[in-house]
């Protein structure tokens, strides 16, 4: 075949299997807003075989601006149907974060003719306030609906819990305690958590404080969140914080905190700092209410040192897909784990590795690497060609490798530096970067597993990469603007490896716009 031709066919083949796009860089797989700006996941619940997502959205323009709920609702976390605006700014100020909760017993009475009110609580910004320098410019308030939050009413009380004068005094995360029979506020103010308790959703008595003198300090705390999970038989809460700045690599990360909850104090099992995600990219992520005994989180998939800036046009930035959490024993201590949920293996065409692959999965036999050598100088194998949209699993010893995504002019890598014992994903060759002068580095994040062995998943979607090792102990999610899109990647590894349990995937598109 004429090299022309040959070059035509594969220009083709790529153009078939990338995605369709209407915007450059828009995601396929995760939630992105039509248009205009969004950060922060608010008020998200199960209801009636409905998944409804509200975030920290403004209208105006693809900057930050006075903050709206926005709405998106799906039946299987996966396919996210926008609708109209959910609450607007008012004479108390900008609508911020906060959560909404399932009044099954219509605690609140809001509740009408046999409806089971949504109540949604959230934080009432007040710009004037704040440009007063006053320090009462936030407090919490109501709003609720009848219609399984497709409109809603804001409380004629508001607000229901006033600001005793603390500057950031915000991002309420409600909850129903069974231990006390009411409801737990796990409130953000400043630089600790407070937590209120009600009967009713709208009077509120202060318990406690938490965290004054333990985690990351580097930056105001936000976006909390509380809840149970069950190891082995018993039972341990955890405490979600997020922090901007002062995450491990630079500007807003989340970290946890693992102990007791006795229905007024929060008692740390240790004073160890932990992050839930070491990467750049998932913020602010709180669970979603109502799901029984899953827990299921989805953060935003971006950083407030560039959020404003990265190389989108008509939109904003994107949440991470959903992630299932739970806890691994470590050195007799519990660690968090998130994974992603159930529901994206249904993303996977037939979840079956394509032929190529599956003829690679070969169990307790070591895999002989006859491919060339890359980039990076050590033997390796081209695992996918022409997608942008992939999942990736193995697991090998421990060992060095990587995992490298690249087009003809740009790489993002994802790899194991077995020397110091932490994994990487280096995007300081992954596209655009020129947007902000700290994009284009190196991320790293501890190995926690002391396994010999290493687990990966990894799940590319057109301007992102989400890595889980070990079952979810370790996770980075980074963010990037190759053009055009990665259509190649490819595994290296330091020598010959026992590769297990090898298989690539094509994902299907659920969120082309």
């Given amino acids: 075949m004429p090299y022309r031709l040959l070059n035509l066919l594969l220009v083709i083949i790529l153009a078939i299997n990338a995605p369709a796009q209407t915007g450059q860089f ?19 619940y199960y209801n009636n075989g409905v998944y409804h997502l509200f975030f920290q959205y403004y209208p ?3 900057k930050w601006g006075p903050m709206h709920w926005g709405h998106a609702t799906s039946k299987n976390l996966l396919n996210w149907k926008e609708e109209p605006i959910a609450l607007y700014p008012d004479s108390l100020g900008y609508i911020f974060s906060g959560s909404a909760v399932v009044d ?19 934080t009432h910004h007040d710009p004037v306030g704040e440009k007063e320098k006053r320090k009462d410019y936030q407090v919490q308030s109501l709003a609720y609906s009848l219609d399984d939050g497709m409109t809603w009413t804001k409380y004629a009380g508001n607000p229901v819990l006033k600001n005793p004068g603390i500057v950031d005094f915000r991002d309420p995360k409600v909850n129903w305690n069974k231990k006390i029979s009411k409801w737990v506020m796990t409130l953000a103010t400043k630089d600790r958590i407070s937590f209120y308790s009600s009967p009713n959703l709208k009077d509120w008595t202060k318990l406690s404080e938490f965290g004054e003198t333990l985690g990351a300090h580097g930056g105001v705390w936000e976006c909390p969140d509380l809840f149970p999970l069950t190891h082995k038989g018993k039972e341990y809460w955890v405490l979600l914080v997020s922090i901007n700045p002062g995450g491990p690599n630079g500007g807003s990360a989340t970290q946890y ?45 971006s950083n407030w040192l560039y959020a404003e800036s990265v190389p989108t046009v008509k939109w904003r930035s994107a949440m991470t ?21 159930k529901e994206v293996a249904r993303l996977d065409k037939n979840d079956q590795p394509r032929g190529e692959e599956k003829a690679l999965t070969k169990k307790n036999e070591a895999l002989k690497w006859t491919m060339d050598k890359g980039d990076s100088g050590k033997p390796g194998w081209t695992l996918s060609e022409g997608d942008s949209l992939m999942r990736l699993h193995f697991d090998l010893p421990v060992n060095d490798f ?22 990487y994903i280096d995007r300081t060759e992954g596209g655009i970067d020129n947007f902000y002068p700290g994009f284009a580095k190196r991320h790293w994040a501890p190995r926690i597993s002391t396994n010999d062995r290493i687990s990966v998943n990894l799940i590319v979607d057109v301007m992102s990469v989400e890595f889980f090792a070990d079952g979810g102990l370790t996770v980075m999610t980074d963010i990037f603007f190759p053009v055009p899109a990665y259509t190649l990647a490819t595994l290296s590894s330091a020598g010959l490896q026992q590769i297990q349990n090898l298989g690539t995937y094509r994902l299907i598109p659920t969120a082309a716009k």
């Fill in 26 to 44: 828009r995601p396929q797989l995760h939630f992105s807003p039509t248009e205009h700006w969004m950060n922060d996941p608010n008020g998200m």
């Fill in 60 to 62: 105006g323009g693809t």
């Fill in 104 to 122: 099954k017993n219509n605690t609140s009475g809001f509740g009408k003719n046999g409806k089971t009110p949504i109540v949604a609580i959230f």
């Fill in 257 to 301: 905190f693992i102990g007791d909850f006795d229905g007024k104090n929060f008692i740390p099992a240790d004073t160890t700092t932990r992050f839930m995600d070491y990467g750049t990219d998932n913020y602010a992520g709180v669970t979603i209410n109502n799901t029984g005994d899953r827990v299921i989180l989805i953060g935003w998939m």
């Fill in 321 to 341: 897909l959903p992630r299932e959490l739970g806890l691994k024993e470590v050195n007799g201590k519990p660690w968090l784990v998130s994974v992603p949920a």
């Fill in 402 to 423: 990587n995992v490298t995504l690249s087009n003809t002019k740009s790489k993002t890598v994802v790899g194991f530096d077995k020397e110091s014992n932490r994994f």
